[in-house]
């Protein structure tokens, strides 16, 4: 199980979770990904020439798509770059590999105050009682979202 808590900058904290890697990706890219915005893509600059139904040797090509084309120019053809809007700068498609559960990660808490994500039931609950972001009254309903989620999932039992 992964679980997230993320805290808005005004307003309650909440917590969700995902069954697994999988799971929280294609959450994460449905509530993230729209028009121009990408949360993780890992391309060579022909597949995404393909993408838009070109190739390097069609005519108007690289006045269609100049980017590509400077990116082909940069790293090859068939080199694979990565993209990830909410992690790098938007647009940017660079060659050091990105993860895309980092990615993921970064997009969950783009415009949040703070977010956690846990990649399984012994990190969360470790957090639970260990993570200062859930001392004190500024924490307090971060800890009991995440506390609800454990024990929904049954990783913790309700012990008040």
């Not at 929280?24 to 995404?48: I, N, W």
């Not at 024990?151 to 039992?157: G, H, K, P, R």
Request: charged share 25%.
């Amino acid at each position: 199980m992964i679980y997230i808590v993320e805290i808005p900058h005004e307003g309650r904290a909440s917590a969700w979770f995902a069954f697994d890697r999988d799971d929280f990706v294609r959450k994460v890219r449905a509530a993230k990904e729209s028009g121009d915005t990408t949360v993780f893509a890992a391309l060579s600059p022909r597949q995404r020439l393909e993408a838009a139904s070109l190739a390097p040797e069609s005519p108007g090509a690289r006045a269609a798509q100049p980017a590509v084309f400077d990116d082909a120019d940069r790293h090859g053809w068939d080199t694979v770059l990565y993209r990830a809007d909410f992690l790098l700068s938007p647009g940017l498609w660079q060659a050091e590999p990105v993860s895309e559960l980092e990615a993921c990660a970064a997009a969950v808490a783009h415009e949040r105050k703070a977010c956690r994500v846990y990649l399984s039931d012994n990190a969360a609950v470790a957090a639970l009682y260990g993570d200062p972001l859930y001392d004190g009254r500024e924490g307090f309903y971060a800890h009991m979202a995440l506390r609800e989620q454990l024990i929904a999932m049954e990783a913790i039992s309700d012990d008040l």
